[in-house]
């Protein structure tokens, strides 16, 4: 039987698969609490602008020739564009974005 590789595993586990030029990326979630302790209403919560971890990466990229591989790889978190940042998608109750490679900006060293 053929071994699968981390992306493969995520993408059974997710059942969501990336196309071309995409990355699959969880959002970070919510902040419930300040830095001086006070707790936030549901309705006042905001998740950080464009941060997330890359669940699963889309294919390389094929453009006028020249071959764009993901920039990222599964598990890394990243820094996407706030404005552009990708679509929102609500899958088995479970909230994802579909960032395309060329909306990152960092990838966030813990």
Do not use: C, H
Request: hydrophobic share 35%; proline share 7%.
């Amino acid at each position: 039987m053929a071994k699968l590789k981390s992306n493969e595993l995520e993408i059974k586990k997710i059942g969501i698969r990336p196309l071309m030029g995409y990355l699959l990326v969880e959002p970070d979630k919510a902040e419930t609490k300040t830095v001086s302790g006070l707790y936030l209403p549901e309705t006042s919560q905001e998740r950080p602008a464009g941060q997330g971890k890359v669940l699963s990466t889309g294919p390389e990229l094929v453009i006028e020739g020249k071959i764009l591989p993901p920039p990222v790889k599964v598990g890394d978190r990243v820094i996407y564009k706030k404005w552009g940042g990708g679509d929102d998608v609500k899958y088995q109750g479970l909230e994802y974005k579909l960032v395309k490679f060329e909306d990152l900006m960092a990838v966030l060293e813990d």
